[in-house]
C-alpha cells in the first residue's frame, strides 16, 4: 500500500483496489474501499474556502484543462462555475448542465449520456449522472414524509428546555448561534411550504432559485430577523405541521407532479420533499452543538 500522505496515490491506489475487487465479485470488499474513498474526499474538504477564492481555483483549473486539450463544453461549464462563485449567484442548469460520468472508463458527459461510451463503447447504464447535491438523491415518498416528520422531533428535543437568551449566543465568532440557524431553517420551510402547493396545483410550475450567499450564507435565502428562538421554532413548526398534512393526504400519482427549477431542472414533488428533509437532518448537528456552547465536529 501507498503512503497514506500521498493523498492523491492513496486515492489512486484505493480507487484501484475497489475495481479489482469489483471485478473479482468481491462486491462487499469493493464497497469497504469506497467507503475509504469517500472518507479520505470528505476530509479534504473540510478547510473551506470563500466563494471568492473557489472561484479562482475552478477557474485555474478550467485553463489547465483547456491547455490539455479537454472537451470544451466541461471548460465551458467550469468557468461558469467560477464565475458564479465570483459573482456570489447560482448556477442554473443551462450553464452547468446535467453531467454523468462513465463508471468504467471516467469519461465525463455533458447534456446527455451517450448510448454507447465512445471512449470504452461501455452503454449508456454504465454511466452515473452526478447530482448537485445530495438533498436530491432518490427517497421514497413514505420515508420522505417520516424524515420530515422525525426532524422536526428531533429539532424541538435539542432545544427543549433552552431559553432565548442562551440561544442566541454564537459558540464562538463567525459561527450561527441556534437562532440565526433556526431563522435560515424558517426561510428554508417557507420555500417548502410554498413550493408543495404549487406543484400539487399548478401544471409543471417554474421554480425560482435561491442565492446561496444571502447572508447569513447558505444554501437556502435567510431574510435577517430579531425574532428569538422560539418564535422561529414555533413558525418552523407551524409550516412543517402543515406540509406533513398536505402530504399524508397525497395520491401515489401525486408525488410525480413535476415542476422546472434553474438549478435542478425537473423536480417532483417527491425530490422537494426529501431535499427539505435532508436540509434541515444536515443542520442538526449544527443545532446541537450551537445549544451546547460549541462547535461542531468537523
Known sequence: MVDRDDGATYLAELARLARSLEAGGIYNGAKLLRALIDRELARAGVALLDTGEAGAGVARLADRLEAAVEDPALVAALRA??????????????????????RTCGRISLGSVPEWCPDCEAPAAAAREQIPVWYLEPMDPADAVAGLAAGLVTLEGLLQGRP??????????????????????????????????????????????????????????????ELPASVLLAQIREMRNGTLERLRGLEPRDWARTGRHPEWGTVT??????????????????????????????
Open 81 to 102: 462555475a467560477a464565475a458564479a462563485a465570483v459573482d456570489e449567484r447560482t448556477l442554473p442548469q443551462a450553464e452547468a448542465p446535467r453531467t454523468w460520468t462513465c
Open 269 to 298: 414533488v417527491t425530490s422537494q420533499a426529501a431535499y427539505f428533509t435532508r436540509h434541515l437532518w444536515s443542520h442538526l448537528a449544527q443545532v446541537r452543538a450551537a445549544a451546547e456552547g460549541r462547535v461542531p465536529c468537523r
Open 164 to 225: 432565548d437568551d442562551a440561544l442566541a449566543i454564537p459558540p464562538r465568532p463567525g459561527e450561527w448561534s441556534v437562532r440565526e440557524t433556526l431563522q435560515h431553517l424558517v426561510a428554508a420551510e417557507r420555500l417548502l411550504a410554498t413550493r408543495i402547493p404549487r406543484l400539487l396545483e399548478e401544471t409543471d410550475p417554474e421554480l425560482s432559485a435561491v442565492a446561496a450567499w444571502v447572508l447569513p450564507p447558505s444554501d437556502e435565502a435567510t431574510t435577517p430577523t
